[in-house]
């Protein structure tokens, strides 16, 4: 549903030319003041000022209480950066995949460029995070599992969390990055791989890497570790060209931002 105002309808009298502008409607000092952008940079200073104060307080020196307020303000601001996710609170699904983002943000200085999100066409399914970088092509699930149920693995093929069997889950996961792959290697050019995996958090996952039934899967705080542990396999200029073709090929689910 738009959120913008119907156009008011006007009947224009015969001998009059009609206007081609349409009227501008001006902000109002309130809804400027009740953006979240403002909300941010006041409650910034509310921070800085408040360190400043008791900060000049304690020391008895202006100055230094200053300073103070200043390198709060900045901290403030560098937090609120690294952890902002760049996948909206309504469209996430579970506390997993905004743990695996947080890890795959830090990758970035190495090279590593992330979407996060993609749909596989003509599919209800998705890839939570698909990673491009020096060492490869990555599709990781983020699962989020009780607890209170172990998870284990029987003859290296069938992995049980409690009870439950996940060879569907597995195999959804590995049919994802096949397709991936596909779509990609068909615009590349040439064959990309792309590695599936899950990622798990809740009970703790009794191995460090384990390939099963073609899939990857570890506990989700390994998976940067997961990713950065091969050797490299593809260049810069291979990693920009397969991650806008990967942008291309496997639209947002929810829409861009």
């Known amino acids: 549903m738009s959120d913008r105002p ?3 309808q006007t009947a224009a009298k015969p001998s009059a030319p009609t206007s081609t502008y349409a009227p501008v409607e001006r902000a109002s000092v309130r809804s400027l003041l009740q953006t979240p952008h403002f909300r941010r940079l006041r409650n910034r200073a509310l921070v800085a000022i408040a360190v400043a104060v ?3 307080f304690l020391v008895s020196d202006w100055r230094l209480g200053v300073t103070a307020g200043v390198i709060a303000a900045v901290a403030e601001a560098v937090y609120r950066q690294r952890s902002h996710s760049s996948v909206p609170a309504w469209r996430r699904t579970s506390v997993a995949e905004r743990r695996t983002e947080a890890q795959l943000r830090k990758l970035e200085r190495s090279g590593y460029r992330t979407l996060h999100a993609r749909a596989i066409p003509n599919s209800e399914a998705q890839i939570d995070h698909l990673v491009v970088g020096p060492t490869g092509v990555y599709a990781v699930d983020s699962e989020k599992w009780d607890k ?5 693995v ?3 093929k069938k992995l049980f969390h409690g009870p439950f ?9 590995k049919w994802e990055a096949s397709q991936a792959s596909e779509l990609i290697t068909k615009s590349f050019g040439r064959e990309v791989s792309v590695v599936p995996s899950l990622a798990i958090y809740g009970p703790p996952v009794p191995w460090k890497i384990m390939t099963i039934r073609g899939v990857d899967v570890y506990q989700g705080d390994r998976a940067r570790r997961w990713i950065t542990k091969r050797e490299r396999a593809l260049t810069d200029g291979e ?5 806008d073709i990967a942008a291309q090929v496997l639209p947002a689910r929810y829409g861009e931002d």
């Open 6 to 8: 119907e156009s008011e």
């Open 54 to 56: 008791v900060v000049g």
């Open 148 to 152: 209170r149920l172990p998870v284990r």
């Open 154 to 156: 029987q003859m290296g």
């Open 165 to 173: 069997d996940k060879k569907a889950r597995l195999t959804e996961a």
């Open 239 to 243: 990693i920009d060209r397969i991650f």
